[in-house]
């Protein structure tokens, strides 16, 4: 029973595999950001509960995506087998399969941001693959079940279409994949791309206070912490990025790529960090962005009394709510074109995205930023706002011990410890160390441009013989002390003391 139920299978799921295959290229052809698959993927993002994909967050952080594309394809994978057995009851059985999956596929589409019928045209071309392959592969199957004495020849003939469609179908995804790098370019331009008032400044050495093990004070780009929605990352070409302004305004502006690099450039040392970040995790990172001010943008256009707040939305779909008052104050909040010195890096919002210092990112930091209204909160909602977290996401004091790790052994005697603080906006006034609950011991600061970034810290303390556990605690400009009260990062940033275990011999 087991190997008369192969070959059916085998034609559902080949047929399934080859209706990606041509979705996916189309999708590539037609520069497409997102296949069907990926807008599957990125409607159960946006439907998951606040809680869940924290959850999803702190277990497999950057492979969070990763995991749920490949659960998806799992999925599929059974269906395409489902509709494979189907077709030994009828030819229009496993139609239900295929003509379900093309409709959950067309509806995920369709939601997305600025959908057209253009984006429609994948599903209907994997649609189509789906029922004309699958019934070429059963056709055999069925004549061998209607003729016992062609069975064999039939399923040789069987075999040879599976094989043609199988090598096919990854010839299909490979050469879409080929044709629509190549048609894109947008990392190419990325590289090319000079924009007037970036350097490439390094940064100031009295910043560093050299202990190995430290995380570096500037995170490299490569390094610096990733958390969005989407699944397939926008790539937009300089010159076809255009941000709109609106809505409770004097003057509606739309600026072109070349319109925002033209104006004044800031370039300020800003330290971001994620609302989901645990107590001494690693999501936060220190960079030097290069951009416009926004309240210089904002002040041209005669922003409306009653306005409070701006709802941002990015190339993908993605929105939040911002304050409007941390937008027009005198931190550098900027539509940001540059990290480091060199322009933004494709994941991190190329060509355009938003920073404001102060603010967790997801009430902020909106990458491929294409749109900003200017609203009030009673009209206006954030993405992680309808899940359950805070309107308003100013971030909370913080600090972390980076050596010694916890877990390690040290030698008896004087130990030396440090590690990083962060309170964006404020900033850190000093830092200090416990060990197994005594007195707390001050540490020596690194020196900082401003208060929007984060601060080394280091000390020497002297730790007898045997098993410790040490914590650190910051305090900030404004005399806040880092609070011991314990919480989780929803709904607005946990709370709590980094500590450490360590034996000491």
């Given at each position: 029973?087991?190997?008369?139920?192969?070959p059916w299978v085998l034609s559902g799921v080949l047929a399934g595999l080859a209706g990606l295959a041509t979705s996916y290229a189309t999708a590539m052809v037609l520069t497409i950001r997102e296949s069907p698959v990926v807008a599957v993927a990125e409607q159960v993002i946006k439907l998951t509960p606040g809680a869940a994909a924290e959850r999803a967050i702190s277990v497999l952080g950057h492979w969070d995506k990763p995991a749920l594309v490949a659960g998806i394809l799992v999925l599929l994978l059974a269906c395409f087998a489902g509709a494979g057995l189907l077709a030994r009851r009828g030819?229009?059985?496993?139609?239900?399969?295929?003509?379900?999956?093309?409709?959950?596929?067309?509806?995920?589409?369709?939601?997305?941001?600025?959908?057209?019928?253009?984006?429609?045209?994948?599903?209907?071309?994997?649609?189509?693959?789906?029922?004309?392959?699958?019934?070429?592969?059963?056709?055999?199957?069925?004549?061998?079940?209607?003729?016992?004495?062609?069975?064999?020849?039939?399923?040789?003939?069987?075999?040879?279409?599976?094989?043609?469609?199988?090598?096919?179908?990854?010839?299909?995804?490979?050469?879409?994949?080929?044709?629509?790098?190549?048609?894109?370019?947008?990392?190419?331009?990325?590289?090319?791309?000079?924009?007037?008032?970036?350097?490439?400044?390094?940064?100031?050495?009295?910043?560093?206070?050299?202990?190995?093990?430290?995380?570096?004070?500037?995170?490299?780009?490569?390094?610096?912490?990733?958390?969005?929605?989407?699944?397939?990352?926008?790539?937009?070409?300089?010159?076809?990025?255009?941000?709109?302004?609106?809505?409770?305004?004097?003057?509606?502006?739309?600026?072109?790529?070349?319109?925002?690099?033209?104006?004044?450039?800031?370039?300020?040392?800003?330290?971001?960090?994620?609302?989901?970040?645990?107590?001494?995790?690693?999501?936060?990172?220190?960079?030097?962005?290069?951009?416009?001010?926004?309240?210089?943008?904002?002040?041209?256009?005669?922003?409306?009394?009653?306005?409070?707040?701006?709802?941002?939305?990015?190339?993908?779909?993605?929105?939040?709510?911002?304050?409007?008052?941390?937008?027009?104050?005198?931190?550098?909040?900027?539509?940001?074109?540059?990290?480091?010195?060199?322009?933004?890096?494709?994941?991190?919002?190329?060509?355009?995205?938003?920073?404001?210092?102060?603010?967790?990112?997801?009430?902020?930091?909106?990458?491929?930023?294409?749109?900003?209204?200017?609203?009030?909160?009673?009209?206006?909602?954030?993405?992680?706002?309808?899940?359950?977290?805070?309107?308003?996401?100013?971030?909370?004091?913080?600090?972390?011990?980076?050596?010694?790790?916890?877990?390690?052994?040290?030698?008896?005697?004087?130990?030396?410890?440090?590690?990083?603080?962060?309170?964006?906006?404020?900033?850190?006034?000093?830092?200090?160390?416990?060990?197994?609950?005594?007195?707390?011991?001050?540490?020596?600061?690194?020196?900082?441009?401003?208060?929007?970034?984060?601060?080394?810290?280091?000390?020497?303390?002297?730790?007898?013989?045997?098993?410790?556990?040490?914590?650190?605690?910051?305090?900030?400009?404004?005399?806040?002390?880092?609070?011991?009260?314990?919480?989780?990062?929803?709904?607005?940033?946990?709370?709590?003391?980094?500590?450490?275990?360590?034996?000491?011999?």
């Amino acid at each position: 029973m087991t190997t008369r139920r192969t070959p059916w299978v085998l034609s559902g799921v080949l047929a399934g595999l080859a209706g990606l295959a041509t979705s996916y290229a189309t999708a590539m052809v037609l520069t497409i950001r997102e296949s069907p698959v990926v807008a599957v993927a990125e409607q159960v993002i946006k439907l998951t509960p606040g809680a869940a994909a924290e959850r999803a967050i702190s277990v497999l952080g950057h492979w969070d995506k990763p995991a749920l594309v490949a659960g998806i394809l799992v999925l599929l994978l059974a269906c395409f087998a489902g509709a494979g057995l189907l077709a030994r009851r009828g030819w229009w059985w496993p139609m239900l399969v295929w003509f379900a999956l093309a409709g959950l596929g067309l509806a995920s589409v369709l939601l997305q941001r600025a959908a057209g019928v253009v984006d429609a045209l994948p599903v209907v071309v994997g649609l189509v693959t789906w029922v004309t392959v699958h019934s070429a592969l059963t056709d055999a199957l069925h004549r061998g079940q209607r003729r016992p004495e062609l069975e064999s020849h039939e399923r040789r003939v069987f075999l040879m279409v599976a094989g043609v469609v199988a090598v096919a179908s990854v010839g299909i995804a490979v050469a879409g994949r080929f044709v629509g790098a190549g048609r894109r370019h947008v990392e190419v331009s990325r590289r090319l791309l000079r924009i007037p008032g970036v350097t490439r400044r390094q940064a100031p050495a009295a910043t560093s206070l050299g202990l190995p093990g430290i995380a570096p004070w500037e995170t490299p780009n490569e390094d610096f912490y990733r958390i969005d929605t989407t699944i397939a990352l926008p790539t937009i070409e300089p010159d076809e990025w255009s941000l709109r302004i609106h809505g409770l305004v004097d003057r509606e502006v739309t600026l072109s790529y070349s319109d925002l690099v033209a104006r004044q450039m800031t370039e300020s040392w800003i330290t971001l960090n994620c609302v989901s970040n645990e107590v001494g995790g690693g999501l936060v990172g220190n960079a030097r962005w290069s951009g416009v001010r926004i309240a210089d943008l904002l002040a041209d256009l005669s922003v409306s009394a009653e306005a409070d707040c701006v709802l941002q939305t990015s190339h993908d779909g993605w929105f939040c709510a911002t304050p409007l008052e941390t937008l027009t104050d005198d931190r550098d909040a900027m539509l940001a074109v540059a990290m480091n010195g060199r322009p933004l890096p494709i994941e991190h919002g190329f060509p355009v995205r938003t920073i404001v210092p102060g603010l967790y990112g997801y009430v902020s930091a909106t990458k491929w930023v294409v749109d900003y209204e200017v609203s009030t909160f009673a009209d206006a909602v954030g993405y992680w706002t309808t899940k359950g977290w805070s309107a308003e996401g100013p971030v909370k004091i913080a600090s972390r011990i980076d050596v010694p790790r916890s877990g390690d052994e040290v030698a008896a005697g004087e130990v030396t410890f440090g590690g990083v603080a962060w309170h964006q906006h404020t900033g850190i006034d000093g830092v200090e160390v416990q060990v197994d609950g005594g007195a707390w011991q001050p540490a020596e600061l690194g020196e900082v441009p401003s208060v929007d970034t984060w601060v080394q810290w280091a000390v020497t303390l002297d730790v007898g013989e045997g098993d410790h556990e040490v914590r650190v605690r910051a305090v900030g400009k404004d005399g806040e002390t880092q609070t011991s009260a314990i919480a989780r990062p929803d709904p607005d940033g946990s709370t709590g003391l980094h500590a450490i275990e360590i034996s000491a011999s």
